[in-house]
C-alpha cells in the first residue's frame, strides 16, 4: 500500500463508529481478536464506506442505490495517491491546479470525493447511467460541493469513451478509470461466486458482489477492448490531457495493451504496481507530451 495512504494501518472501528454509528451493528470481533466486518454484506461494506468518507475525506453524507458498485476505499485512494506521484515527477502542478477526469465514476463517484477531499484536487466525472448520475448530483448536493469542485457530465454515446464529454478548452492532468472487467454477464457471476466463496465460505446465496449493474462490470470484448478503445481515443485529445491512466485488472492483459499502445507512440508509457495485502494490480499511464518538470 502507499505509504501516503490513510488506511495503511488498518481500520479503526472505535474512530469509525464515533464518526458513523450506524456501522456499529456491522462490526464483529475477527478470529484475529481484533474488530472487523464481514466483507462479503454489501450493507456492512457500505456503512464502513460511509465511516471512512466520513472520518478521513470530509464527505458527511454519501450513499448509493440498491445493485449499485461499493467499491473497496484502500485501494481507490492508493491509485489516486500514485497518480500524484506521476504528476510531481513530470509537472509543477500546484495541487489547486490539477484537475482529473474520472471516466466511468458511477453513483458513488469514489475518486473525485477521495481526491478533493484528500489532495484538493477538482474533478470531472463521466457517466452513461441516469440513476448513477442522479445519484452522484445528490451526494454532490448534500455535501454542498460545486460543480465547479466536482462536476458530472453524461456520456450520451456508449461507444464512445471520451468523445462527446471533453470540451474544447477543456485542460485535465490525468484521466482516471476502472474499466468494465468482464466480457459477459456469465462471467461476472462466475468472478462473483468465487469471491463470496472465499470471504464467506458458508454462504449459500451468490450474487454480484458488492453490487454493481452491466456497465459497471463488463462490455463485449471486456477490459482489454475497452482499454484498446481509450487508448485509440487518447490520441486525439492529446493536447487536452496531460496523463491517460486505466486501472487493468488482469495481468495477463499487460502485454497484449503494451502491443496496441505502439499504435499511438506515446512520448512515455508505464505499468505501475499497486498492492493491498496480498491483492496485487496495476494501472497503465501513458502521455504524449514531453515532460520536463
Known amino acids: 500500500m502507499h505509504p501516503n495512504n490513510l488506511h495503511k494501518k488498518g481500520y479503526n472501528f472505535d474512530k469509525l463508529v464515533k464518526a458513523h454509528p450506524a456501522l456499529a451493528p456491522f462490526v464483529i470481533m475477527g478470529k484475529s481478536g481484533r474488530k472487523t466486518i464481514t466483507f462479503s454484506d454489501p450493507k456492512a461494506v457500505k456503512a464502513l464506506n460511509s465511516a471512512l468518507l466520513k472520518s478521513y475525506y470530509k464527505v458527511q453524507y454519501w450513499d448509493i442505490p440498491e445493485g449499485y458498485l461499493c467499491p473497496p476505499i484502500p485501494g481507490r485512494a492508493d491509485y489516486i495517491l500514485k497518480i500524484e506521484d506521476i504528476l510531481e515527477q513530470t509537472t509543477s502542478l500546484r495541487p489547486t491546479m490539477v484537475k482529473g477526469l474520472d471516466i466511468g465514476s458511477g453513483s ?51 461507444d464512445s469513451i471520451f468523445k462527446g464529454v471533453i470540451r474544447e478548452g477543456d485542460r485535465f492532468a490525468f484521466s482516471m478509470c476502472n474499466p468494465p472487467f468482464h466480457k459477459s454477464a456469465e462471467e461476472a457471476l462466475q468472478q462473483s461466486t468465487r ?67 505502439k499504435t499511438v507512440r506515446p512520448a512515455e508509457f508505464h505499468v505501475i504496481d499497486m498492492g493491498q495485502g496480498q491483492k496485487k494490480s496495476r494501472f497503465v499511464a501513458w502521455t504524449f507530451q514531453s515532460l520536463s518538470k
Open 108 to 158: 458513488n463517484i469514489i475518486y473525485p470525493l477521495i481526491g478533493k477531499g484528500m489532495l484538493g484536487w477538482r474533478f470531472v466525472g463521466t457517466e452513461v447511467d441516469d440513476v448513477a448520475i442522479d445519484n452522484a448530483l445528490d451526494i454532490l448536493k448534500k455535501n454542498k460541493i460545486s460543480p465547479k469542485e466536482i462536476g458530472i457530465r453524461k456520456q450520451k454515446n456508449m
Open 195 to 261: 469471491k463470496v466463496k472465499n470471504l464467506n465460505p458458508n454462504s449459500k446465496e451468490v450474487t454480484l458482489n458488492f453490487g454493481g449493474q452491466s456497465n459497471e462490470l463488463w462490455c463485449e470484448g471486456g477490459e482489454l477492448a475497452f482499454i484498446k478503445k481509450m487508448i485509440n481515443e487518447s490520441k486525439d485529445i492529446k493536447d487536452q490531457v496531460i496523463w491517460f491512466t486505466s486501472l487493468v485488472s488482469k495481468s495477463t492483459n499487460v502485454v497484449p495493451i503494451k502491443k496496441h499502445m
